[in-house]
């Protein structure tokens, strides 16, 4: 099975940014779709957004939408999330994910990465 790695979190300001990356090696180069979720302490896994390798459509959460955006490099297998205006509530471990289907539902998402920490203070 392939391989995803998330890079970029990290401590930020509310009203900061930050810039994640989710390297695919491997059978991912095989998936879809890509997405982010996140996951706060005492939390559910939550989506964030996801976008096709191929095809320029997006999806937001919408507490996210306006704020964050996601990318694909389907070249390089690189899936970007840039987060602006970040907010206390977005402090989160942010996962990428690789999927078959575009969705929104982890559960459809069979190939996860280990997950990176956004901390965002007031």
């Known amino acids: 099975q392939g391989q995803l790695v998330e890079s970029g979190g990290g401590l930020v300001q509310a009203g900061g940014s930050l810039r994640l990356s989710c390297a695919a090696s491997?059978?991912?180069?095989?998936?879809?779709?890509m997405g982010w979720f996140r996951q706060a302490p005492g939390k559910e896994r939550e989506f964030v957004a996801r976008?096709?390798?191929?095809?320029?459509?997006?999806s937001y959460a919408d507490s996210v939408k306006g704020r964050f955006t996601i990318s694909a490099d389907n070249a390089k297998k690189l899936v970007h999330l840039q987060m602006n205006h970040l907010k206390p509530e977005d402090t989160a471990v942010y996962f990428c994910?690789?999927?078959?289907?575009?969705?929104?539902?982890?559960?459809?998402?069979?190939?996860w990465g280990q997950g990176t920490q956004v901390t965002v203070s007031a």
């Open positions: 976008i096709p390798w191929s095809v320029p459509i997006t």
């Open positions: 491997g059978r991912t180069f095989s998936s879809y779709a």
């Open positions: 994910a690789a999927s078959s289907v575009f969705s929104e539902y982890a559960q459809d998402y069979d190939n």
